[in-house]
């Protein structure tokens, strides 16, 4: 059963920094892309960060650029979103799925991060 757990998130003030993980099973983790979303309360899912199935290849919404870093470590089957330089536009569910920029598999519970001071 394929399953991505994310976690992480929390209430942090603005300019501070979070990390967020995505802890899979059931699948070859090594062998696909993934990549981040996000959903602020009123708004549709957005693409935050995708990275290729090696981690060579990485790529970034407009709004987090510079900000967030994806990354990935194949032996233990986890991504991570590091979230640098917080603002109250990045308060959301943050969403990990496979592909690269576009999701292609199932949505789980996702995790929320509040930015607040």
């Known amino acids: 059963q394929v399953q991505l757990v994310e976690s992480g998130g929390g209430l942090v003030q603005p300019g501070g920094s979070l990390t967020l993980s995505c802890t899979t099973s059931g699948f070859t983790f090594s062998s696909v892309a993934m990549s981040w979303y996000r959903q602020a309360p009123g708004k549709q899912r957005e693409f935050v960060a995708g990275i290729s199935y090696s981690g060579g290849s990485t790529n970034y919404g407009d709004s987090v650029k510079g900000r967030f870093t994806i990354a990935r470590d194949n032996a233990k089957n986890t991504g991570f979103l590091q979230m640098n330089g917080l603002k109250s536009d990045d308060t959301a569910v943050y969403y990990c799925?496979?592909?690269?920029?576009?999701?292609?598999?199932?949505w789980g519970q996702g995790t929320q991060v509040i930015v607040s001071s």
């Open positions: 799925n496979t592909g690269y920029i576009r999701p292609t598999g199932s």
